[in-house]
């Protein structure tokens, strides 16, 4: 069925339901990242949630999520683009903890004391606009739909999921977005509630039918109509004309010891690990810039 994100309205207009099938995104991201078992549930989780706060947006526009705790994981980075564009990246791959009662330990593997960073680009120029929350949990889901609650004053509910295949490999990936708008009606929250916490196995729902099987499964008897589907993909933002602006923050200082130590940078994406090789003309443009800028 390919990965996307469906929309859907309940027809009183006061329930949106958005939902993702994420499963060949995850995987091709996790290969990438070359991350262990429990680093790869981690990351699904959180391209699902991306992509699902990735369908908020308006043209143009873009979001990146951050998590940054006490665990071994240090940080879990998930940007998201307007069209469906989702890349993700973790700051140790290789970080892995036993299940706990047989549960992933997400929640020990991101650390329970630390932030989650809403940054959304809106198109316009200016500086994006910034979100920060502390972790609540550290289940991801949980992080989300706290700050859209508690940020956004929009109520909302997330489910995430992700499971691998006897290889090691990412079987399914997908999530949930529920949103109460401003007209909701309290017996059909209270309706879509009860749903969520009976809901089978969000794998299974995703096997079964997609992204449509679950919204019919979290909506059940309350009418609906389905806005729009579209296809969610990895696309990195990478580029050497990007890179040279990542290394012109370091500094004229830092890029002549650079030059010196190492004839040139090597940098590599933290996104599809490609790496960038800038030899010492280029290096010393960047110098140069850098010290014009600095006003040396």
């Known amino acids: 069925m390919g990965d996307q994100i469906v929309r859907a309205l309940c027809l009183s207009g006061g329930i949106r339901v958005l939902v993702c099938n994420a499963g060949e995104l995850a995987h091709e991201i996790c290969e990438l990242q070359q991350a262990s078992a429990t680093a790869r549930i981690a990351l699904s989780r959180g391209l699902a949630g991306g992509a699902l706060m990735g369908a908020l947006l308006k043209d143009g526009q873009r979001t990146a999520l951050k998590f940054e705790g006490n665990g071994p994981l240090r940080k879990l980075i998930i940007e998201a683009d307007y069209d469906g564009a989702v890349r993700g990246c973790v700051g140790n791959p290789a970080a892995d903890l036993e299940p706990v009662n047989g549960k992933w ?134 580029g050497l004309e990007k890179i040279e602006r990542a290394l012109l923050t370091l500094g004229s200082e830092e890029l002549q010891d650079m030059r010196l130590k190492e004839q040139g940078a090597e940098v590599a994406c933290e996104f599809c690990r490609k790496t960038y090789r800038l030899g010492v003309d280029e290096l010393d443009a960047l110098i140069a810039q850098a010290s014009e800028q600095s006003g040396q």
């Open 105 to 238: 330990n997400v929640a020990g593997l991101i650390g329970r004391a630390g932030f989650l960073t809403v940054s959304k680009d809106l198109g316009m120029g200016g500086q994006p606009y910034q979100g920060v929350v502390q972790l609540v949990s550290s289940e991801i889901g949980e992080d989300l739909a706290y700050y859209l609650t508690d940020s956004e004053q929009t109520p909302s509910a997330v489910g995430l999921g992700a499971t691998l295949a006897v290889d090691g490999h990412i079987a399914t990936c997908g999530g949930f977005l529920i949103q109460a708008l401003p007209k909701a009606d309290s017996g059909e929250i209270d309706t879509i509630m009860s749903r969520i916490a009976g809901l089978p196995a969000l794998s299974e729902l995703l096997k079964d039918g997609g992204a449509v099987r679950v919204v019919q499964e979290l909506f059940g008897d309350i009418p609906y109509t389905i806005l729009e589907s579209h296809d969610i993909f990895f696309r990195c933002g990478c």
